[in-house]
């Protein structure tokens, strides 16, 4: 579900201020709700006192919003399903195998963030649609950041070393400092001892091999 706005408002009427309400599903997804007053066998005839009433009715239908009606992210689990059932149905499980299938699957990943990225830029997007995908950016981009450490830390057996894959995961994820050096360079900036991010720079360059 999402998270955007999970209030409900109802809007009754006076006849449903006096009986209450009762909901059935009419779909899968909407619930709808009516003016119902329930009946006691031994009331008369077991009919409401309002059964004639003239009042004007609202008939509410409630629904929810689910992540799926999001286009982007339907498409996403919609391929990331293919993906996985493509591993489950391979009749060589072997290593190099589940090392393709997590780098197609971080692939189409990246593939959802930047059309999230997108959808973010657009003139006609709402305040809502634009609070709705911002939280889509930093779950996925979440997601693929972990999936990428344990990647290589799991399956990715061609080297017998991690260093080289922490560093380059670092610096693919992490890349505030080498941007922060080019930036120095390209201006050719002076005293650069004096510069608040000069040394935080450095010491990202450091970690970064």
């Known amino acids: 579900m999402s998270s955007i706005d999970s209030t409900v ?15 059935k599903f009419v779909t899968n997804e909407v619930l709808s709700l009516y003016p119902s007053q329930p009946t006691l066998s031994s009331s ?43 591993l489950q149905i391979a009749k060589e499980k072997t290593n190099d195998v589940f090392l393709q299938t997590s780098r197609v699957y971080r692939s189409t990943i990246r593939a959802a963030l930047n059309k999230l990225q997108e959808a973010v830029t657009e003139e006609t997007i709402t305040q809502e649609e634009l609070q709705k995908y911002e939280n889509f950016i930093t779950i996925f981009y ?35 400092a080498s941007q922060a050096a080019a930036d120095m360079l390209i201006n050719k900036d002076r005293d650069l ?3 608040g991010s000069y040394w935080g720079t450095i010491k990202g360059l450091i970690l970064q091999g």
């Open 44 to 86: 008369e005839k077991g009919v409401s006192k309002y059964a004639n009433t003239t009042d004007s009715v609202n008939v509410i239908h409630v629904t929810e919003n689910f992540i799926l009606d999001d286009h982007i992210v339907r498409s996403l689990v919609a391929e990331a399903c293919s993906i996985f059932y493509n």
């Open 193 to 195: 001892d004096f510069r």
């Open 9 to 23: 408002r109802l809007v009754y009427d006076k006849l449903s201020a006096k009986t209450g309400f009762c909901g």
């Open 142 to 176: 979440s997601i693929e950041c972990l999936w990428h450490l344990v990647e290589f830390l799991l399956i990715d057996r061609s080297t017998l070393s991690v260093v080289p894959n922490i560093l380059e995961w670092t610096k693919f994820h992490f890349p505030s």
